[in-house]
């Protein structure tokens, strides 16, 4: 028996869907170290391994990035991701002060971040834009846009005359 494309596809999305909701519940440690405790069932000692572990999803996060440089189409997701990884770690180190140094060290290298991920996103729209043409006529390289012309000013009548 073949199932029809329709079911095929919502069964995919499911599954993605739910991949996605269990690889989002270390958000709970981001909102409360006791709701992380809860969830995980770990303490303090066990720390280590999950944050070995964040260490892996940073690579996925900007191993994607870096794959985006070349790939257009995987630019919004990826700058996207990169941009919450960034902002979600400067958000939790404002909110939890007093930080160590040492955290204050890597909210400034996240800051960095954000700040190249803006410029070189508004590059690259800007060079993609200047390179596609979609830009206004006008502020090409100086060029006035063409003015339209009435039909009757552009037609022009050749007569000739037949000699006999």
């Known amino acids: 028996m073949r199932l029809p494309f329709p079911v095929i ?18 958000v709970l440690g981001a909102v409360s ?37 070349a790939r257009p189409r995987l630019r919004v997701a ?28 890597i909210a400034r290298y996240d800051v960095a971040g954000l700040v190249a991920l803006a410029m070189g996103t508004a ?10 043409g979609n830009v206004r006529p006008s502020t090409r390289q100086g060029q006035l846009p063409p003015t339209p012309r009435a039909a009757s000013s552009t037609r022009t009548t050749v007569v000739t005359a037949k000699t006999p």
């Open 9 to 26: 596809r919502l069964c995919g999305l499911t599954l993605l869907a739910g991949a996605g909701a269990l690889n989002a519940v270390p």
């Open 33 to 69: 170290p006791e709701w992380a405790e809860s969830a995980y069932g770990v303490g303090l000692a066990d720390i280590e391994v999950l944050m070995r572990h964040r260490g892996v999803l940073f690579a996925i996060v900007g191993g994607g990035l870096l794959v985006a440089v």
């Open 78 to 105: 990826a700058v996207t991701a990169n941009a919450v990884s960034y902002a979600g770690f400067v958000l939790i180190a404002v909110l939890e002060r007093p930080i160590s140094p040492e955290l204050a060290r």
């Open 123 to 132: 590059l690259v729209a800007w060079s993609n834009r200047r390179h596609t």
